[in-house]
């Protein structure tokens, strides 16, 4: 047996080594989520060096930023990545998989799949990872009211990742994820001294318009916006029929 196919066999048994390895405990059913909690983690320091290496060379602002803004730049690159992927999954479990469907036996607040655990689970290594930066360089991304909101954050979803349980409703709020990239739009308009332009103004009335319309329940918003529109129409109706009557009335006197 020559060395090329003594290196190609060590070579395959290796692979299949490293595959065993995978299957049996990364993608594990017990270990799946710890897999995609540390997959969340790297992905964060994925994005923190990319938006790093992006500014650096698309935005001449970036490099008159200061060691606390640019730390504080990059970790919005991170919030605004992870708050598309979570709003994005958060939606299509909700309302457009079969997860919390009528096709399914059984309460929704006990429902749950490896999909909607992996997705959850990222959530929390991004958490993870955005509570250490706010402790490592406190008070600059943020005061107590973060540490709490990512605190009681972490705990809600890994309680509802290991029991099942109310991940219905851990979606629906995750939802409100949705604003988060207006919101660092607007910091870095106005880090970058745009808070005069066109681009802020807009960004700055869809926010409001977005984060009202997420807070409010399907029921609410036809309330809220469905009512009014049918009272205005029916109201002008009525105006109009006012009119007739007031012009007829002129008439006859005439």
């Not at 964060?44 to 930023?65: E, G, N, P, Q, R």
């Not at 207006?182 to 103004?201: E, H, Q």
């Not at 469905?226 to 006197?253: D, E, H, Q, S």
Request: hydrophobic share 45%.
């Amino acid at each position: 047996m020559d060395l090329s196919t003594t290196s190609v066999m060590a070579a395959k048994a290796y692979s299949y080594k490293a595959e065993s390895l995978v299957k049996e405990y990364l993608l594990a059913d017990a270990y799946v989520s710890y897999t995609a909690m540390l997959g969340g983690i790297l992905m964060c320091k994925m994005v923190y060096d990319i938006t790093h290496l992006v500014s650096s060379f698309f935005y001449k602002c970036y490099a008159s930023l200061t060691k606390a803004q640019k730390l504080e730049w990059n970790n919005r690159g991170i919030s605004t990545v992870h708050a598309i992927f979570i709003t994005f999954m958060s939606v299509y479990l909700v309302f457009f998989s079969d997860l919390y469907s009528d096709k399914l036996d059984g309460p929704v607040t006990f429902r749950s799949s490896n999909l909607s655990n992996i997705t959850l689970a990222v959530s929390v290594g991004y958490f993870i990872t955005d509570i250490a930066m706010i402790f490592w360089v406190y008070p600059s991304l943020g005061g107590m009211e973060y540490v709490l909101h990512h605190f009681l954050s972490l705990v809600s979803i890994v309680y509802s990742v290991n029991s099942g349980e109310g991940q219905l409703y851990t979606y629906m709020v995750l939802i409100s994820e949705g604003t988060t990239p207006g919101i660092n739009l607007r910091w870095y308009l106005d880090t970058a001294g745009l808070k005069r332009s066109k681009a802020y103004v807009v960004n700055g009335s869809f926010m409001v318009v977005a984060w009202l319309v997420m807070q409010m329940r399907t029921f609410s918003r036809v309330l809220i916006f469905g009512v009014p529109t049918i009272l205005l129409i029916m109201n002008t109706i009525w105006f109009a029929k006012i009119l007739r009557g007031l012009k007829k009335t002129l008439t006859k006197r005439e």
